[in-house]
C-alpha cells in the first residue's frame, strides 16, 4: 500500500500549470518537523518534500498562503527522471 500522511507548511507554490489532458496541475514544496522516538530516543526531524498535486486539489491548494500548515494526504512517487521522490497530494485539510 502507498498511502502518506504528512503534517506539514506550504513553503514555495509555482505557477498553476495544466496537463496535456488539460488538467490542473500545481508543483509546490512542503517543510515538515517534529520530535519522534527512535530507538528509546527522541529525535527531532525535519524533511523538505516536493509535491503536486491535480486537478480541484491544485486549484485549492494554490489558493493557501505560503506558511500555512496542513495534513497532506496522497501517495508517493518517483517522476520520469528518477531523482527525488514527489507526494502527489490527493487531499489536505487544516491540521
Partial sequence: MNRTDL???????QTLRYTPAGLPALDFRLEHESSVQEAGLTRQVKA?????????VAER?????IGSFWRFS??????RNGKSVVLH???FQQD
Fill in 74 to 79: 496522497g501517495f508517493l512517487t518517483t517522476p
Fill in 61 to 65: 491548494v494554490q489558493r493557501q498562503p
Fill in 48 to 56: 523538505s518534500v516536493k509535491a503536486v498535486a491535480i486537478g480541484a
Fill in 89 to 91: 497530494v490527493q487531499e
Fill in 7 to 13: 503534517s506539514a507548511s506550504i513553503v514555495e507554490l
